[in-house]
């Protein structure tokens, strides 16, 4: 599948070895997780339509708790895993 990928940069997440991208797909910003052996996708949270979801170049930091630390061009977010 085709996805605009913004320049997010993301470390490796030991626990499950992924890797997450802010995506715009379909009008939507999206944070996807991908399996960094595989290319499989393992995650996805989508955040809606406006561009105060664009990351922005920021990092996406994968916690240990399951939560991410997301990096914007508005400031630090914290996204918790439900």
């Known amino acids: ?3 605009a990928v913004t320049w997010t940069l993301s470390p490796l997440c030991s ?3 992924a890797v997450y991208l802010n995506t715009l797909e ?3 910003w999206r944070i996807i997780g991908l399996d960094w052996d595989t290319g499989e996708h393992v995650a996805e949270i989508k ?3 406006t561009y105060k979801y664009n990351c922005a170049g920021g990092f996406i930091w ?8 997301v990096g914007s061009m508005f400031g630090p ?3 918790r895993r439900t």
């Not at 994968?62 to 630390?69: A, E």
């Open 15 to 17: 626990p499950n070895h």
């Open 62 to 69: 994968p916690l240990p708790s399951g939560d991410l630390f």
């Open 47 to 49: 955040l809606g339509s």
């Open 1 to 3: 599948m085709d996805r």
């Open 77 to 79: 977010v914290l996204i």
């Open 26 to 28: 379909d009008g939507d």
